[in-house]
């Protein structure tokens, strides 16, 4: 694989760009009418600079790096993307280079593929060194449509094809989703780690750190003031640990609580924590949880049935092939 700084060292060398401003100012485009101009070109190469606000930006050579044009505006519109193709030679085949920029790119990359052009994205470590030389050589990081349409001649290890739409293919994006409130609820949980903490450490044991089941939540909800857990009383923490836990939790772990409730009670004697404000603090760290174990919930239920969609899916596929 040929080393990018290398690759980038030819691609903004001085006679290098002279001579595609030369030949891109020099040649014929589209405009022109040249007689054949059109059959004769077999590939092109359209690069994208894709934008989540402005237009994008587009820029078209040849397979000799010669622009036919640049610089093109055009917005993620089926009016404007017609106007886009009607520029590209009928005949040739179409190679488009983008970078993946957020969520932008997965519509531009479905109309085009359904036009026939093979689609290619510049991956996030290929574009984080090109914009470290570019940045360094043009004080500029951006990567415009012109240096992505260079990008599959000057550079074809660093191409990789779109053989899927990512974000818009729902399995995928309930994955990622699930994996991102997890990681809500993890750090959800360690808050109220650093909470129960200041009642004394007792209360790790008792419940299990990060862990926080559907006992814990409906404990520490309502009660996690020590006064309030005393008040509620052996008999009724009993009957609200047994719903709870399915009968896992009974008397025992009722004594345990109660018992960490009077230690709590006792360290904090002198007076200097607040137990209804910390208590209302934990309520919202614990209502944090129930919402994300909820939405957890639907989200692997969710993924469950697209997988065994996308196995029958497959099946079929294999019987027909």
Known sequence: MLDLYFVMSILFHPLFLERALCAGENSPGLDDHQPNGRDLMTEVRLGIDVACRAPHQASLADETVTFLWQGYKFSTTTTELDALWAKIPADATVVVVMEPTRNAWVPLAAWLTAKGAAVSVVPPEQSADLRDYYNKHTKTDRLDSKMLARMPMLHPEGMQTVDHLGPAEPLKRAVRHRTSIQKRRTASAMRLDSLLELMGPGWFDVFGTISYGSTAVAVLEKYANPHAL????????????????????????????????AQTLELWAAGGLDFDELADDIAIEVQQIKLFDAQIADLEDRIEVLYERLTLLGLLLQRQG
């Not at 008040?231 to 009974?250: E, M, N, P």
């Open 230 to 261: 005393r008040k509620l009383g052996r008999s009724r923490l009993t009957r609200l640990l047994i719903r709870g836990s399915r009968g896992r939790w009974r008397e025992d772990k009722a004594d345990e609580l109660l018992a960490l409730a």
